[in-house]
């Protein structure tokens, strides 16, 4: 449930497959919308801004300002301190205070200027909270918590949610949205032959006009660059789906090996052997290898190849796709669909990758060595016994030719294996 949807139904419709339906408040909305008013520059906005904010201040009605970011949130604060006006910053500065700040909105005078993202979900009384009936006399009268957005966005959506902080629950309000042809949004979508008209009639800069054909150019521009966004999201899930297919697919294979049986592990080998040339032959390796581990210690040893068989390859084939989606756009060139050429493509490789599992499954199965164990437990002893000749420590070497040292004749070969003559040895 969300107060914005109503806008980006057909996203909802074309892409989650989600009908919209508007619900009737359970107020009347008397909330006034008030016309934009158009500038020459920003810096002409801020001061008329300024103005109007040092005005609504006097007569003791509360204002929210809703800025783009935390540059225009303290810019703002600039032109209001040179008009005098007492005001409050929320921005990600200060996000400490958010809820209490934004609570405290809709109390007489107040002036907050904040980030369009900061404070939602958190109610703004009118008298400020906790509700003192006097003070909440006092700003109805006055005509409520004044919303004045600084920019349009890209998204009506997001419009839509800062004028959705006046007037809730039946209060009375204002919204306005202050535009200059300098924002971001009418700079892209060519405003210059606006200005030059401006210019050319002699109007100030702190000066605004309402003009139906501006205010159609404004809402045209939201328009095509929610349809361009539209867009750019509709074309990622088509991507996303040829992945989302493949990663199900892996990862019913995984958990289906994590959770094996003997009956499972056969069947993927009867699939490994399946097309196979020399069927019989792969049989009889795989039956030789089987009767030699016996079944228990075979099949999980088949199930632990066959996960790390699956886990590398699906990395590999992670990667490979990655790079895929990054360079098929340039097929555009060549009038061919992107996303028609990265499924066909997308398919090969997940067939491809397939094929390799088989392969390399089988492969790993031929290496597994039969005798690994037993050489292990006979070789153990013996490499202690080397270990211990390998290291001598001098006194035991000292020890053993003392023992034979009355029987070594002089010209003996010396016990301690240097191949010289005992008496030029340890018998000098």
Known sequence: MTGTAETSAEEFLKVYNLDVMVIPTNRPVIRKDHSDLIFQSEQGKFKAIAKKIKELNEKGQPVLIGTISIEK??????????EGVSHVILNAKNHEKEGEIIAQAGKRSAVT???NMAGRGIDIKLGGNPLVKKEY??????????VLGTERHEARRIDNQLRGRSGRQGDPGETQFYVSLEDDLMRVFGSERIKTMMGRFGIPEDQPIENRFISRSLENAQAKIEGFHFDARKNTLEY?????HQRKVIYQR????????????ENLLNQILENKENKKESEKIIEEKRNKLGDEVFFETVRRIALYTTDTLWMEHLEAMDYLR?????????????IVEYKKEGLFMFKEMEKAFKEQVFSLIQTINVEIQPKMEESSPKQT???SHNEPNEFSDTKKLAEKKSNIGRNDPCPCSSGRKYKKCHGA
């Open 240 to 244: 996303d789906d040829v992945m989302n």
């Open 254 to 265: 995984r958990q289906k090996m994590m959770r094996s049986n003997k009956e499972e592990i």
């Open 113 to 115: 200027i904040a980030t």
């Open 137 to 146: 006399d006092f700003v109805k009268s006055v005509g409520g918590l004044f």
């Open 73 to 82: 949130n303290e810019l703002l604060s600039v032109y209001l301190k040179q």
């Open 385 to 387: 016994l080397v270990t």
């Open 326 to 338: 990054s360079s098929v756009n340039l097929r555009a060139y060549g009038q061919r669909e992107p």
